[in-house]
């Protein structure tokens, strides 16, 4: 089955200790992002990558860091988290070329940093 | 800068009628695209229906569909003979259609949508 999985899919952590959300999608897909999703704020994309090894920042990167290594691996890191970076948290893929390219989203990952 | 806005934050309607989720945005690009997704309780981001920005024609799916008015920007959701498991939350959505990062969506603050039986 064509997916994007991540984990883990709940995490409740305190502020400071290095966390990693692992993102992987069987697709060969270029494309990999993650988002952040708020009450009111909707879907706001952190970082995303056009390939490996090249990755770029989104509207919102502070306090995150990615790596592309592997085509099929994205996953999310979280060097020093804050309580403001408790959010629930997608990972999404589709292909590269330009176009109306549906996304695949993973099923989402809620973390609470307390 | 591209943005998207939903300003109902909270809709109902009764199973088996139809209603409209609004959504406007703006931008100065002519080649890009549009996109309804629906998040129920799991969570999960489901794309409901899309609309190419050259295509003159509305988009339908079974019983979505949406009314796009380009030039007011407007590009709203209908959802005929509602069901119960139509309650979700609904996200507006709108991604470039050439340029770097083609990837990106730009999300609206989504519309909560309520099923009455």
């Known amino acids: 089955e064509a997916q994007v999985t991540q984990n883990p899919r709940y995490l409740i952590t305190v502020t400071g200790k290095k966390l990693t959300v692992t993102c992987s999608q069987n697709?060969?897909?270029?494309?990999m992002s993650w988002y952040r999703q708020d009450p009111g704020l909707g879907l706001r994309q952190i970082y995303y990558?056009?390939?490996?090894?090249?990755?770029d920042k989104g509207d919102v990167p502070e306090g995150y860091k990615v790596s592309r290594k592997e085509k099929r691996n994205f996953p999310l890191i979280l060097e020093s988290p804050s309580p403001n970076q408790t959010s629930l948290y997608f990972c999404?893929?589709?292909?590269?070329?330009?176009?109306?390219?549906?996304?695949?989203f993973g099923a989402g990952s809620r973390l609470t940093v307390l | 800068a591209q943005t998207v806005t939903q300003s109902q934050p909270e809709m109902s309607v009764q199973e088996a009628e139809t209603v409209t989720l609004s959504c406007t945005y703006d931008?100065?690009?002519?080649?890009?695209?549009l996109f309804w997704y629906k998040q129920p309780p799991s969570r999960q981001m489901i794309l409901v229906i899309r609309?190419?920005?050259?295509?003159?024609q509305n988009a339908t799916e079974n019983r979505f569909s949406v009314n796009f008015q380009k030039a007011a920007k407007s590009f709203s959701l209908k959802i005929s003979d509602s069901q119960l498991g139509d309650a979700a939350m609904y996200f507006c959505?709108?991604?470039?259609?050439?340029?770097?990062?083609?990837?990106?969506?730009?999300f609206g603050q989504g519309t909560t949508l309520q099923v009455k039986p």
């Open positions: 990558s056009m390939n490996v090894e090249v990755t």
């Open positions: 697709m060969n897909h270029e494309y």
């Open positions: 931008t100065s690009e002519s080649d890009y695209y």
């Open positions: 999404a893929s589709s292909l590269g070329r330009p176009g109306a390219n549906v996304l695949t």
């Open positions: 609309q190419e920005a050259y295509k003159q």
């Open positions: 959505a709108y991604r470039r259609g050439s340029g770097g990062n083609t990837g990106k969506l730009i």
